[in-house]
């Protein structure tokens, strides 16, 4: 069974640009999750998905949004992007969400110059 | 929100020996514990897993205990080896298994260093 897989691995963008990151789940599994990894802040929640519908949400500027497509798969967007954004942006898919587990991928590098 | 800490933030211990990894929440409604393995520059793993209907669970080498009165559930790895060299990251959240509420919310790591 494949993994979660992420795409692109590694991007570089400049201040002021618009990025968009996805994340493919495992066959089966219909919440995706997304998550920030940051040397000083660590792994901060960012919003979930399920069944296309954004069901859970972080305290992040409204420059981060998501959607879910039919398929399970989902994408990240973050606009007007700053130099915090810097970060591992990590998803991680499972069956139900909530007390189910949960699969990361190997993320997305962004950085931001 | 949901609150968790994490201690210590460094763990060095003598190949052989136990390690054990602390962590407390702050909201009583959590109900499900998961335990993270961070290799460097790799994909955070599921290593365990616990739910509030339960105590302690085992697998093999890792054990994880959860005392829901005091708001804490502890990671021990028994017989270290060199691969056990990693952060570690525990994590919390509420939902049942149709549904999450808060998603989860991690504890800042532990970098355990296993010593030959």
């Known amino acids: 069974k494949a993994g979660v897989t992420q795409t692109p691995r590694y991007l570089i963008k400049t201040r002021g640009q618009q990025v968009t990151l996805s994340c493919s789940p495992i066959?089966?599994?219909?919440?995706v999750s997304w998550y920030q990894q940051t040397p000083g802040q660590g792994l901060q929640f960012l919003f979930e998905y399920f069944s296309e519908t954004q069901r859970n949400k972080g305290n992040f500027p409204g420059r981060f949004s998501g959607r879910q497509f039919s398929n399970s798969r989902s994408e990240m967007n973050v606009s007007t992007l700053e130099l915090g954004d810097s970060a591992l942006y990590l998803c991680a898919s499972s069956r139900q969400g909530g007390n189910t587990e949960a699969f990361f991928g190997q993320g997305t590098r962004l950085t931001v110059v | 929100g949901e609150n968790v800490e994490q201690h210590p933030s460094t763990l060095s211990v003598q190949e052989g020996d136990s390690a054990v990894i602390k962590c407390t929440y702050s909201d009583s409604a959590s109900n499900y514990f998961p335990w993270y393995k961070q290799e460097l520059g790799k994909r955070p793993q599921l290593i365990i897993d616990?739910?509030?209907?339960?105590g302690e669970k085992k697998d093999q080498r890792i054990a994880v205990t959860l005392n829901k009165t005091a708001k804490h559930f502890s990671l021990h790895i028994t017989e270290t080896q060199p691969e056990d060299s990693a952060v570690y990251f525990c994590?919390?959240?509420?939902?049942?298994?149709?549904?999450?509420?808060?998603?989860?919310?991690f504890g800042k790591g532990t970098h355990l260093i296993i010593q030959p």
């Open positions: 066959s089966g599994h219909r919440s």
């Open positions: 994590a919390a959240s509420i939902g049942g298994s149709g549904g999450g509420a808060d998603g989860l919310t």
């Open positions: 616990i739910r509030s209907n339960v």
